[in-house]
Protein backbone atom coordinates (compact mmCIF):
# COMPACT_ATOMS: atom_id res chain seq x y z
CA UNK A 1 0.00 0.00 0.00
CA UNK A 2 1.57 3.36 -0.87
CA UNK A 3 1.52 6.07 1.67
CA UNK A 4 -1.15 8.69 1.79
CA UNK A 5 -0.32 12.55 -0.07
CA UNK A 6 -1.40 15.09 1.71
CA UNK A 7 -1.79 18.51 0.92
CA UNK A 8 -1.69 21.98 3.04
CA UNK A 9 -3.17 25.14 2.71
CA UNK A 10 -4.80 28.24 4.17
CA UNK A 11 -8.45 29.01 4.16
CA UNK A 12 -10.18 31.99 5.13
CA UNK A 13 -7.43 33.96 7.22
CA UNK A 14 -6.35 31.36 9.59
CA UNK A 15 -7.76 27.68 8.92
CA UNK A 16 -5.86 24.87 7.90
CA UNK A 17 -7.59 22.90 4.80
CA UNK A 18 -5.94 19.91 4.24
CA UNK A 19 -6.75 17.21 1.83
CA UNK A 20 -5.51 13.72 2.61
CA UNK A 21 -5.08 11.53 -1.14
CA UNK A 22 -4.51 7.68 -1.73
CA UNK A 23 -2.60 7.32 -4.84
CA UNK A 24 -3.67 3.56 -5.57
CA UNK A 25 -7.65 4.18 -5.68
CA UNK A 26 -7.56 8.37 -6.31
CA UNK A 27 -10.10 9.25 -3.37
CA UNK A 28 -9.36 12.18 -1.91
CA UNK A 29 -11.06 13.51 1.78
CA UNK A 30 -10.97 17.29 2.77
CA UNK A 31 -10.36 17.45 6.31
CA UNK A 32 -13.25 19.63 7.07
CA UNK A 33 -14.51 22.47 4.70
CA UNK A 34 -13.51 25.47 5.80
CA UNK A 35 -13.84 27.30 2.50
CA UNK A 36 -14.89 25.51 -1.01
CA UNK A 37 -13.28 27.55 -3.35
CA UNK A 38 -9.93 27.52 -1.45
CA UNK A 39 -10.25 23.17 -0.97
CA UNK A 40 -11.18 23.39 -5.62
CA UNK A 41 -8.12 25.01 -6.16
CA UNK A 42 -5.96 22.44 -3.77
CA UNK A 43 -7.61 19.81 -5.28
CA UNK A 44 -7.27 21.08 -8.38
CA UNK A 45 -3.64 21.88 -8.27
CA UNK A 46 -2.78 18.34 -7.32
CA UNK A 47 -5.61 16.68 -10.08
CA UNK A 48 -7.68 15.42 -7.66
CA UNK A 49 -11.48 14.69 -7.02
CA UNK A 50 -12.77 15.14 -4.01
CA UNK A 51 -14.55 11.83 -2.48
CA UNK A 52 -15.22 12.52 0.95
CA UNK A 53 -15.11 15.11 3.93
CA UNK A 54 -13.94 14.28 7.10
CA UNK A 55 -16.21 17.04 9.11
CA UNK A 56 -14.77 17.56 12.79
CA UNK A 57 -16.98 19.98 14.40
CA UNK A 58 -20.15 22.10 13.22
CA UNK A 59 -18.62 25.49 13.61
CA UNK A 60 -19.06 27.91 10.50
CA UNK A 61 -15.24 27.80 9.54
CA UNK A 62 -15.20 24.17 9.47
CA UNK A 63 -18.11 23.08 7.68
CA UNK A 64 -18.83 26.34 5.32
CA UNK A 65 -17.94 24.32 2.39
CA UNK A 66 -19.86 20.96 2.27
CA UNK A 67 -22.96 21.78 0.49
CA UNK A 68 -20.94 23.74 -2.33
CA UNK A 69 -18.30 20.82 -2.88
CA UNK A 70 -20.98 18.28 -2.57
CA UNK A 71 -23.25 19.74 -5.32
CA UNK A 72 -19.84 19.59 -7.01
CA UNK A 73 -18.42 16.15 -6.34
CA UNK A 74 -21.15 14.08 -4.69
CA UNK A 75 -18.99 13.45 -1.91
CA UNK A 76 -19.97 11.41 1.32
CA UNK A 77 -19.37 14.07 4.70
CA UNK A 78 -18.87 11.46 7.62
CA UNK A 79 -19.47 13.66 10.83
CA UNK A 80 -19.82 13.59 14.13
CA UNK A 81 -22.90 12.01 15.63
CA UNK A 82 -23.83 14.50 18.53
CA UNK A 83 -23.51 17.24 16.05
CA UNK A 84 -25.67 15.68 13.27
CA UNK A 85 -27.95 18.40 12.55
CA UNK A 86 -25.84 20.81 12.29
CA UNK A 87 -23.61 19.20 10.10
CA UNK A 88 -24.41 20.40 6.54
CA UNK A 89 -25.20 17.73 4.15
CA UNK A 90 -24.13 14.86 6.53
CA UNK A 91 -24.24 11.31 5.23
CA UNK A 92 -22.82 9.35 7.94
CA UNK A 93 -22.57 9.86 11.22
CA UNK A 94 -20.06 8.35 13.39
CA UNK A 95 -19.08 8.31 17.63
CA UNK A 96 -16.12 7.40 19.60
CA UNK A 97 -14.74 3.85 18.80
CA UNK A 98 -16.06 3.61 15.81
CA UNK A 99 -14.06 3.16 12.64
CA UNK A 100 -14.55 2.98 8.87
CA UNK A 101 -12.39 2.52 5.87
CA UNK A 102 -10.76 5.37 3.98
CA UNK A 103 -9.14 3.64 0.56
CA UNK A 104 -8.04 0.72 2.20
CA UNK A 105 -6.85 2.77 5.42
CA UNK A 106 -8.43 1.83 8.86
CA UNK A 107 -9.71 5.40 10.56
CA UNK A 108 -10.56 5.51 14.05
CA UNK A 109 -12.93 8.18 15.72
CA UNK A 110 -12.10 9.57 18.81
CA UNK A 111 -14.64 11.36 20.53
CA UNK A 112 -12.92 15.06 22.22
CA UNK A 113 -15.87 17.42 23.99
CA UNK A 114 -14.60 20.55 25.25
CA UNK A 115 -14.07 23.21 22.26
CA UNK A 116 -17.63 21.91 21.13
CA UNK A 117 -20.04 19.10 22.68
CA UNK A 118 -19.91 16.69 20.10
CA UNK A 119 -16.03 17.10 18.82
CA UNK A 120 -14.57 14.17 16.95
CA UNK A 121 -10.92 13.88 15.56
CA UNK A 122 -9.94 11.25 13.03
CA UNK A 123 -6.95 8.54 13.81
CA UNK A 124 -5.44 6.84 11.10
CA UNK A 125 -3.47 4.91 13.16
CA UNK A 126 -1.64 2.73 10.27
CA UNK A 127 -0.25 5.93 8.54
CA UNK A 128 0.34 7.71 12.27
CA UNK A 129 -1.48 10.56 10.84
CA UNK A 130 -4.25 12.27 13.38
CA UNK A 131 -6.35 15.12 12.21
CA UNK A 132 -7.45 16.97 15.90
CA UNK A 133 -9.19 20.18 14.29
CA UNK A 134 -9.53 22.46 17.23
CA UNK A 135 -9.04 20.31 19.91
CA UNK A 136 -5.36 20.46 19.77
CA UNK A 137 -3.30 22.75 18.77
CA UNK A 138 0.57 23.00 18.30
CA UNK A 139 1.23 24.30 21.75
CA UNK A 140 -2.40 24.89 22.08
CA UNK A 141 -5.85 23.47 22.61
CA UNK A 142 -9.30 24.88 21.34
CA UNK A 143 -11.10 27.68 23.35
CA UNK A 144 -13.52 25.97 25.49
CA UNK A 145 -17.20 27.46 24.23
CA UNK A 146 -19.58 24.07 25.04
CA UNK A 147 -18.07 21.95 27.51
CA UNK A 148 -16.44 22.81 30.59
CA UNK A 149 -12.27 22.49 31.42
CA UNK A 150 -12.66 19.26 32.49
CA UNK A 151 -13.93 17.31 29.67
CA UNK A 152 -11.54 19.33 27.24
CA UNK A 153 -8.95 17.91 29.60
CA UNK A 154 -10.01 14.14 29.49
CA UNK A 155 -10.40 14.69 26.03
CA UNK A 156 -6.82 15.79 25.22
CA UNK A 157 -5.58 12.29 27.80
CA UNK A 158 -7.41 10.59 24.84
CA UNK A 159 -5.32 12.02 22.57
CA UNK A 160 -2.05 12.17 24.43
CA UNK A 161 -1.73 8.08 24.85
CA UNK A 162 -1.62 7.51 21.22
CA UNK A 163 1.90 7.12 19.50
CA UNK A 164 4.70 9.64 20.24
CA UNK A 165 5.51 9.75 16.60
CA UNK A 166 2.17 10.11 15.54
CA UNK A 167 1.27 13.52 13.17
CA UNK A 168 -0.73 16.01 14.32
CA UNK A 169 -2.65 18.39 11.88
CA UNK A 170 -4.88 20.83 13.36
CA UNK A 171 -7.13 23.25 12.45
CA UNK A 172 -5.31 26.73 12.76
CA UNK A 173 -2.26 28.80 12.56
CA UNK A 174 -2.48 29.95 16.25
CA UNK A 175 1.08 28.55 17.09
CA UNK A 176 3.32 32.05 17.50
CA UNK A 177 0.73 33.40 20.12
CA UNK A 178 0.76 29.53 21.75
CA UNK A 179 4.17 29.79 21.50
CA UNK A 180 4.63 33.36 23.10
CA UNK A 181 1.73 32.40 25.61
CA UNK A 182 3.24 29.05 26.56
CA UNK A 183 6.57 30.30 28.11
CA UNK A 184 4.33 32.40 30.43
CA UNK A 185 2.98 29.26 31.98
CA UNK A 186 6.45 27.15 31.74
CA UNK A 187 9.32 29.43 31.43
CA UNK A 188 12.31 27.34 32.55
CA UNK A 189 11.22 24.66 29.87
CA UNK A 190 14.63 24.80 27.81
CA UNK A 191 12.79 22.47 25.06
CA UNK A 192 10.04 24.93 24.95
CA UNK A 193 12.28 27.98 24.32
CA UNK A 194 14.27 26.36 21.67
CA UNK A 195 11.06 25.73 19.75
CA UNK A 196 9.46 29.09 20.27
CA UNK A 197 12.71 30.15 18.27
CA UNK A 198 12.65 27.95 15.19
CA UNK A 199 8.75 28.58 15.65
CA UNK A 200 9.42 32.66 15.57
CA UNK A 201 11.56 31.89 12.22
CA UNK A 202 9.34 29.93 10.73
CA UNK A 203 6.38 32.19 10.69
CA UNK A 204 9.09 35.15 9.84
CA UNK A 205 9.92 33.06 6.56
CA UNK A 206 6.23 32.82 5.77
CA UNK A 207 6.29 29.15 6.68
CA UNK A 208 3.39 26.68 8.33
CA UNK A 209 3.60 24.99 11.71
CA UNK A 210 2.08 21.96 11.01
CA UNK A 211 2.13 19.23 11.12
CA UNK A 212 3.42 18.65 15.27
CA UNK A 213 4.06 15.11 16.75
CA UNK A 214 2.69 14.09 19.87
CA UNK A 215 5.63 13.40 21.53
CA UNK A 216 6.89 17.23 20.90
CA UNK A 217 3.32 18.70 22.56
CA UNK A 218 4.19 16.18 25.24
CA UNK A 219 7.00 18.15 25.73
CA UNK A 220 6.34 21.39 25.26
CA UNK A 221 2.27 22.10 25.20
CA UNK A 222 1.28 23.57 28.82
CA UNK A 223 -2.14 22.14 27.53
CA UNK A 224 -0.96 18.98 28.20
CA UNK A 225 1.85 19.26 31.04
CA UNK A 226 -1.01 20.47 33.97
CA UNK A 227 0.25 17.71 36.00
CA UNK A 228 4.36 19.40 35.45
CA UNK A 229 5.06 20.11 39.28
CA UNK A 230 7.54 23.05 37.41
CA UNK A 231 4.11 24.31 35.66
CA UNK A 232 2.08 23.87 38.85
CA UNK A 233 4.96 25.44 41.34
CA UNK A 234 5.00 28.20 38.30
CA UNK A 235 1.02 29.15 38.53
CA UNK A 236 1.46 28.12 42.61
CA UNK A 237 -1.11 25.48 42.64
CA UNK A 238 1.17 22.92 43.85
CA UNK A 239 -2.02 21.17 45.99
CA UNK A 240 -4.18 21.56 42.69
CA UNK A 241 -5.71 18.78 40.55
CA UNK A 242 -5.12 18.66 37.32
CA UNK A 243 -8.62 19.54 36.20
CA UNK A 244 -7.99 22.57 38.06
CA UNK A 245 -4.26 23.41 36.85
CA UNK A 246 -5.58 23.10 33.49
CA UNK A 247 -8.63 24.94 33.91
CA UNK A 248 -6.23 28.05 34.85
CA UNK A 249 -3.90 27.67 31.80
CA UNK A 250 -7.17 27.40 29.96
CA UNK A 251 -8.30 31.07 31.76
CA UNK A 252 -5.29 32.88 31.15
CA UNK A 253 -5.08 32.01 27.96
CA UNK A 254 -8.46 33.42 26.91
CA UNK A 255 -6.68 36.62 28.59
CA UNK A 256 -3.66 36.61 26.72
Request: proline letters at 5%; aromatic letters at 8%.
Amino acid sequence: MKPLELEIFICRSDNFGVLVHDPETGLTASIDAPEADAVLKAADRRGWTISHILTTHHHTDHVEGNLALKEQFGCEIIGPINEAVAIPGLDRAVGDGDTFEFAGHTVNVIETPGHTAGHVCYHFADDKLLFAADTLFALGCGRLFERPAADMWASLQKLAVLPDETAVYFGHEYTLSNARFALTIDPDNERLKARAADIEALRAGGKFTIPTTLALEKETNPFLRAADPSIRRHLLMESRSNDEVFAEIRKRKDNF
